[in-house]
């Protein structure tokens, strides 16, 4: 099944850079480019793709405000487009309320073109390209910015969580694999397997990056917590 993609970036060069890159994949086909949010927003209404890459900085609308409404606007719908956020990282520190308004994920705008290409079939495929260990160290860097960091914020929806379900929960936001959590437990991968969807599912969450951003946001756990 070809992954369709949209490229979002006020930067030409930078979506023809893109666009070279993918369209050399056959499963991978480029249906339309914005360079600002309220294009982005028209074409992905229209095109309705599987995957929008999307610059943050852009005049405008920028790329918050665009995946903020993107995600939205979809939801009541059976297609929603899967929002990857490009990044400079160092000079842009929006990452975490792109994560929190609903992306999947981030990428570095010097991705290289193979990480690049797995990072939109991973997304595409429903999975979150965030390491959890990344969004970590994210979160750690920006918490005290966040407008609800130190609040407990969503008390109810745990509650909603068995203990054990908030076991995983607090290694996933330490920045686990299923794999490492499965060893920390002393329980099968495929059992964590189990728990982690019950926490998305209860918790109405996408991925496990927006789960990481609802622990620290929670107080589940803080900034610096080893």
């Known amino acids: 099944m070809t992954i369709r993609v949209l490229l979002v970036d006020d930067q030409p060069l930078l979506r023809t ?3 070279l890159i993918l369209e050399t994949e056959s499963d991978l086909a480029v249906v339309g480019e914005a ?4 294009q982005a927003l028209d074409q992905s209404r229209a095109l309705l793709p599987d995957v929008v890459l999307m610059d943050i900085r ?4 920028d790329g918050i405000e665009a995946t903020r409404r993107i995600v939205r606007d979809a939801a009541p719908r059976a297609h929603v487009p899967r929002v990857l956020v490009l990044t400079t990282f160092d000079l842009d520190e929006y990452i975490v309320e792109a ?3 609903g992306a999947s994920g981030f990428l570095l705008k010097d991705v290289p073109p193979d990480d690049l ?4 079939r991973v997304v595409a495929a429903g999975d979150a390209i965030v390491a959890p260990s990344v969004t970590r160290r994210l979160l750690d860097r920006f918490a005290t910015r966040l407008p609800s960091a130190g609040r407990s914020t969503t008390p109810a929806r745990l509650d909603r969580l068995t203990e054990r379900e908030l076991e995983v929960l607090r290694l996933i936001a330490k920045g686990m694999s299923n794999a490492e959590i499965a060893g920390q437990l002393v329980v099968s991968e495929t059992t964590v397997k189990t728990h982690v969807g019950n926490v998305l599912t209860k918790l109405g969450l996408r991925d496990r990056v927006q789960a990481v951003v609802l622990a620290y946001e929670s107080g589940l756990i803080t900034p610096g917590a080893t």
């Open 99 to 101: 994560l929190r308004v």
């Open 35 to 38: 360079s600002n949010g309220a």
């Open 17 to 19: 850079g893109f666009r």
């Open 58 to 61: 852009m005049p405008g609308i």
């Open 117 to 120: 290409v797995q990072a939109i």
